[in-house]
């Protein structure tokens, strides 16, 4: 059955927004209808390139009548309103993460999104790409046994600026949030957090009381072990692996690299190139494919899209990260 493309609503023309109006672009299935940015001119820019039509305001967008879909890409401090006024207006939204840095604004939300009916799926684009959705699956399929350790690796090439430092929540609820969402697309009944967290080299983390190194344990209800290394800094680049352990095996997804060619001489064996160097070009198939999964759910089909309660559950593990690093204690916790 053949359908007319989604027409899409962006609100937020930064750099994530920029990368999901190119994915709107690229998808048959999506039409970029309005766009909407404060700074309009960032609104126009993106219109002209991809389609549209610009406006510094999303009343315009939500009354227009001519979007299927929103697509929320603006500041974190946005989003609770935003998709209240989605689903009040039916209209499916696709939200970045996270919801919000306060879990008591998405807990009052939480029964309003689930009133509606609407659909809503959250951001986390990494359950999409292919090699972590391929290791996902074969742990599922019990090809290496029941899972007894989960190793995530997520450094950033370099720490983000100072001022971006002040307003983003901190490591956990910035950073560590995706390997939280990770760790729960392989093992959902997270039931305990315990952290630390060090400041050993950036300047913005030190002057607004953040981390730029940690490591955060979960304990999984079957009583497995999640162990998720962070840090804001990794000179080799991009560095995102996964290490799935179980009583039968073991399923490995190396760092993604820039080439496949290495080189060989009197001096060096099988020299590589670098690893991609950020998430813009290491996830550009995941968010590509996040977009076309949430197309599928607004359209009523069945969809493997993130939901606002995952959103949800993984700002709970930060939270409790956060205060596990800061108090140095072991937090249970309740994701129900």
Not at 303 to 320: Q, V, Y
Request: hydrophobic share 45%; aromatic share 6%; charged share 20%.
């Amino acid at each position: 059955m053949s359908h007319a493309p989604l027409r899409f609503g962006l609100i937020g023309t930064g750099r994530i927004g920029q990368v999901h109006a190119a994915s709107i672009a690229a998808d048959p299935d999506a039409q970029l209808s309005w766009v909407a940015d404060p700074l309009v001119g960032g609104a126009r820019r993106v219109a002209e390139a991809y389609g549209g039509t610009a406006t510094d305001t999303p009343e315009e967008v939500f009354a227009s009548g001519a979007v299927d879909a929103v697509l929320i890409a603006s500041p974190t401090a946005t989003h609770v309103d935003l998709i209240a006024r989605a689903v009040d207006a039916g209209i499916p939204v696709l939200c970045e993460k996270p919801i919000d840095l306060d879990i008591a604004r998405v807990e009052a939300l939480r029964p309003r999104v689930a009133s509606a009916g609407v659909p809503v799926a959250l951001g986390f684009n990494r359950r999409f790409d292919p090699a972590f959705a391929s290791a996902r699956a074969r742990v599922a399929a019990g090809e290496i046994g029941a899972l007894e350790q989960l190793t995530i690796i997520s450094r950033d090439p370099s720490a983000p600026p100072a001022d971006y430092v002040a307003v983003s929540g901190g490591i956990f609820r910035d950073m560590t949030i995706h390997d939280f969402d990770m760790a729960r697309f392989f093992l959902p009944e997270i039931v305990e957090v315990s952290a630390v967290g060090s400041t050993t080299f950036d300047v913005g983390a030190a002057q607004h009381g953040d981390f730029d190194t940690a490591v955060t344990t979960l304990r999984a209800a079957s009583g497995a072990l999640v162990t998720i290394v962070n840090s804001r800094h990794s000179s080799v680049g991009y560095d995102q692996r996964i290490e799935a352990f179980g009583g039968s095996g073991m399923l490995q997804v190396a760092n993604a690299p820039t080439s496949l060619v290495s080189l060989s001489t009197a001096s060096a064996v099988e020299a590589k190139p670098p690893y991609e160097p950020f998430f813009l070009e290491r996830y550009a198939a995941a968010y590509a494919a996040e977009l076309h999964e949430f197309i599928r759910l607004a359209r009523g089909e069945a969809s493997t899209s993130p939901t606002f309660d995952d959103g949800r559950a993984a700002l709970i593990l930060a939270d409790a990260a956060q205060r596990s690093a800061s108090e140095r204690v072991t937090v249970p916790v309740d994701l129900g």
